[in-house]
């Protein structure tokens, strides 16, 4: 493999080029699988779900543990309340989520003709460049200095 930096050849992907350090990934390799929105969705409603279902059962078995305890310290209420908290945060997640699923549903999948017009090569016609550029225009070319709308700053000494 050469470095598409410095041409310094025989390199090994998935490392750093030994001359310049510069990064060479493997391009033999495929690419990672893309993630759909739908996927990433069900993911979250089931963490959501999960999460929810950990934190509820956790606050119950703190107060059920600590309920006739004389000398329960204040804080193990107080988690168990943050616990609760956490339980309603998830579940108005879990809903979201799902409203999120109904919405993406709605929009249903492409017809046939759409999927096959991405699919589909563009026809692009092809021209010569002077067909699509205008005539340049070299009677009202002023070129530019290297001291244009720099001199108004400098101050003359007399």
């Known amino acids: 493999m050469y470095c598409p930096k410095c041409g310094k050849s025989d390199q090994s992907p998935e490392t750093f080029c030994r001359q310049c350090g510069n990064y060479l990934p493997d391009f033999d390799q495929p690419a990672k699988k893309v ?3 739908e996927e990433h969705i069900k993911a979250n409603a089931t963490l959501s779900m999960l999460t929810a279902v950990a934190s509820l059962t956790l606050s119950i078995l703190l107060f059920l543990i600590f309920k006739n305890h004389p000398d329960t310290h204040p804080i193990i209420y107080v988690t168990a309340g943050f616990l609760i908290a956490i339980t309603a945060w998830q579940i108005q997640t879990f809903w979201r989520t799902l409203l999120l699923r109904k919405h993406f549903k709605k929009r249903g999948k492409p017809s046939k ?15 010569p ?19 244009e709308k720099t001199t108004r700053k400098l101050r003359i000494k007399n």
């Open 129 to 147: 460049t002077n067909q699509l550029l205008s005539e340049a225009d070299f009677e009202n070319y002023v070129p530019a200095t290297v001291v």
């Open 35 to 37: 993630t759909t929105p």
């Open 113 to 127: 003709s759409a999927a096959e017009n991405q699919n589909a090569p563009l026809d692009l016609e092809t021209k």
